[in-house]
């Protein structure tokens, strides 16, 4: 019979929790333990390999940057992974989105309502998937690739065969293209830094409240210790001069961080904190008990699909910004990159298991791989090779860890 270890909430020991930790990960569940050790590998490799480029304040600068609009995405697709559903048609979204956006002003509209619009139909387009995949019965897979197909049709209807359009707003323009004051990443460090002590301290006294064990402050100390070290060692070199005109100094971080951290802690605690967030869960893990639970599958599904669709709409408009124009074909390579990020990431296509996190890190692991073989000099052919390798070998650590979380359950 096994052993049930009974909550008194009290604090376990450091070593209580790492002993925990390592169980788990041996019980097959790694979360985004393997994508942070190809991105160390990673790193170390193409140091070596370009030593005098690849860790350079200007390039570490843009790798963030570029690695901004695939994180979005792969956000994006986390809230309908979680499900063990998929959208194809993320990509093609954001750029009618876009597309919506930029007639709209065109037509003489201010652009911070147009935007509002673009997200708007973001939004329904995800209902209307939602709707087909949890009222019909749809499979997402034959839904989003029809609206994948239909998408790039309308994109040539709002904006012509091969059409290209300048985008002249400087707020949007600068998203991907300027940067803070240096100070403003201090400043900006150090709330993200105090908004989540804040966040913890909250969460440690409802569980206590609840009879529920806290984490020791031995590991919440580390943890914030090491965000606070990396955090500033970033900084750092992001506010070195990076140009190399004298009369034109580059520094400071570029805003698109921020905003892209924002959304993503939004979006985690959307996902760990709120009710909504623990029915997805429940729902991706094993729909037909969460229904037999009362919860509402069929609106978490709606729900997950809209928020991805929106989501998609700001990848879109991190993709204006990097270009400054709106283009016909936004979003068609892009997508199966989003899905593989969060896969790389640690997110499983089984469902119920993945954090908004871990995309993230998913998506700057394949950003690493296309920045590091372009300064080597490999073609594009070559990176298609490697990132569609290590995809295939992040989902093969899934489906592994996933029968061997299966072959560990409790026995009784």
């Known amino acids: 019979m096994s052993n049930v270890k009974i909550s008194t909430g009290h604090e376990g020991t450091a070593k209580d929790q790492i002993t925990a930790y390592f169980q788990r ?96 139909v973001g939004a329904a387009i995800g209902f209307i998937i939602g709707f087909f995949v949890s009222k019909i019965g749809v499979p997402s897979f034959v839904v989003s690739l029809a609206f994948f197909l239909g998408f790039q049709g309308l994109q040539l209807v709002l904006l012509g065969e091969g059409g290209l359009f300048r985008v002249d707003v400087p707020p949007i323009n600068a998203i991907m293209n300027e940067n803070m004051p240096p100070i403003g990443g201090w400043i900006t460090l150090a709330v993200a830094l105090i908004l989540g002590l804040l966040i913890t301290g909250y969460d440690r006294r409802r569980r206590a409240s609840h009879g529920l064990p806290n984490r020791p402050y031995s590991l919440v100390i580390l943890k914030y210790g090491a965000i606070a070290v990396i955090g500033g060692i970033i900084l750092v070199v992001m506010n070195v001069n990076r140009s190399a005109n004298v009369f034109k100094p580059i520094q400071g971080v570029p805003y698109v961080i921020p905003i892209t951290l924002a959304i993503l802690l939004l979006g985690s605690m959307v996902l760990d904190r709120t009710r909504f967030g623990r029915h997805l869960y429940a729902v991706g893990g094993n729909p037909e008990a969460a229904r037999r639970a009362g919860i509402k599958v069929a609106k978490i599904r709606i729900i997950s699909f809209i928020i991805c669709s929106s989501l998609a709409v700001v990848s879109g408009l991190f993709h204006v910004s990097r270009l400054g124009a709106v283009e016909a074909t936004a979003g068609r390579q892009i997508v199966l990159s989003g899905v593989a990020a969060a896969v790389v990431g640690g997110v499983s296509l089984f ?62």
């Open 351 to 412: 469902g119920g298991k993945g954090r908004l996190m871990h995309a993230a890190i998913g998506a700057l692991v394949i950003t690493i791989i296309s920045n590091g073989l372009g300064l080597l000099g490999w073609d594009a052919g070559s990176n298609f090779l490697v990132t569609g390798g290590v995809l295939l070998l992040a989902a093969t650590v899934d489906a592994l860890s996933r029968k061997r979380s299966a072959g560990s359950q409790v026995r009784v």
């Open 25 to 120: 990960v041996k019980s097959g569940d790694m979360g985004a333990l393997p994508a942070v050790a190809a991105l160390l590998v990673l790193t170390v490799i193409f140091t070596a390999a370009s030593p005098a480029f690849f860790l350079k304040p200007i390039n570490v600068a843009n790798l963030f940057v570029q690695a901004a609009e695939l994180t979005m995405l792969a956000a994006a697709m986390v809230f309908v992974i979680l499900l063990a559903e998929i959208d194809l048609s993320a990509g093609v979204t954001g750029g009618v989105g876009m597309a919506v956006f930029f007639r709209l002003m065109q037509a003489g509209m201010n652009w911070i309502p147009a935007l509002v619009l673009g997200l708007v």
